[in-house]
Structure formats: structure tokens, C-alpha cells
């Protein structure tokens, strides 16, 4: 009798020293295959978490480090998640991801940032990157207080909830690969908004312009206020 239960604990705790092992082995795997997943197509993400200093680190591992111009005095501000870039009126300060053109041509993108502004003007560009001619252009700004996405002046997004209101909101504008503008999806605070109106085109955006954040080339409109963890994905 003993034995047989001396048998029995044996292989209650080889099961359970194994079930453990399995968990140490499958866990790790399992997050490392999330993170992984969560990442795929990252190739920019400016966390604006730094306190100090002109660069922006570059959270994708894509080595697309911002430069910091005319940031003022107090850049680095608390943000929506952590720190975040903070641009006023006086010192009209922007970042440049020099070198970087974003995503070109008629190749699938998304880009998602937060933003907290009470500036409704159609030209405060939060991101713009691209060339000159017909949808070589891409930015995101706002118009009336609302998210708006243009493509060389062919506009989508312009019909969601105002965003101007000193209040931090998540905007994401996603577009399939050989899209049109009016395929553009577009998200603010994780709602999709419909009836977004205008034109469309072929989105086929132009490589001469460098990713430019707060503003659409360090010299034209700028945009006011806070932004936070902006990403662009491929």
C-alpha cells in the first residue's frame, strides 16, 4: 500500500514540476511572439519621453532619431503617457526626422498620435511628410476643431468630433496599400469616423520632404500645443 502511494506523490509532483516548466518555457514565448506581433510595422515611434536635451529617441529600433529645433525652454513637458513635446507660439519649435521620408508611394501606412491643443487652424500640422503634386503630400492637422488627413489639399476625416477642446484625444488615420483618400480610415479616441467626405485620389505620396512633427517643413504653419507617442507603421 505504501508504495504504491509513495508511487502516486511522485507523479502528483513530476506533473506539476512539469506543468511549471512548461509555463516558465511557453510564457516567455508567448509574450516575446506579442510584443513581436505588436511591432510589426513600426518604423517610427517618437515616446517624446525625454527631459532634457534636442533629440527624440526612436522607440521602433528603425534608428529614425528626431532632431529637436528652436524647443524653447521647456520643450518636455508631462504628457498623455509619460513626457510629451510641447510647441507654443513663441518659439514655433518642431521635430525632424532627418533623412526619413515616411512611407512612400502607394504603400499601406498608418499613423496614430495624441494630441492636446485648442489651436482649430486647418494648417497646425501634428505630422507631414512627402513631395509636391497631386496626393505626394501627406499630413494631419486640424480643421474646424476636427482631425483632418490631406492628401496634396484632398482632405478625409474633417466629419468626426471636435478635438480642440484642451483635452488629450488618440488619432489614428490608416490607409490599405493602392488606397484613395476616401478609403482612408480614421479613428479619434478609438472610434471610427464615418462620412469623412471630399475628393478622392490615388494615395501616392512623394519622397522629398523628410517626417516633420509640429510643423510642414520648419518654415511654413505650425501646429500649437502637446504631442504624444506618435507612431507610423508600414
Known sequence: FY?????IIKRF??????TLLCRQLLLP??????????????????????????TAADSSGSGNTGTLNRGGSTPWVPGRIGN???????????????GYKGVTGTNARSLA???KTTAPNTYDFAVHWGGSGSAAQVWASTTGGRALMEYSGVGVGNAGPIITDDVWHHVVFASAAGATS???KVYVDGNLITGTG????????GSTSDVFIGTDSGFGARYEGLLDDVRIYD
Open 84 to 98: 510629451a513635446l510641447s510647441i507654443d507660439s513663441v518659439t514655433n519649435g518642431y521635430v525632424r526626422a532627418t
Open 3 to 7: 508504495p504504491m502511494i509513495k508511487f
Open 113 to 115: 498620435y495624441w494630441t
Open 29 to 54: 514565448a508567448a509574450l516575446l511572439l506579442g510584443f513581436t506581433q505588436a511591432r510589426a510595422g513600426l518604423v517610427l515611434h517618437y515616446a517624446f519621453d525625454e527631459t532634457s536635451g534636442t
Open 13 to 18: 509532483f513530476f506533473s506539476i514540476n512539469m
Open 198 to 205: 471630399g475628393n478622392s485620389v490615388v494615395i501616392n505620396t
Open 182 to 184: 476616401s478609403q482612408t
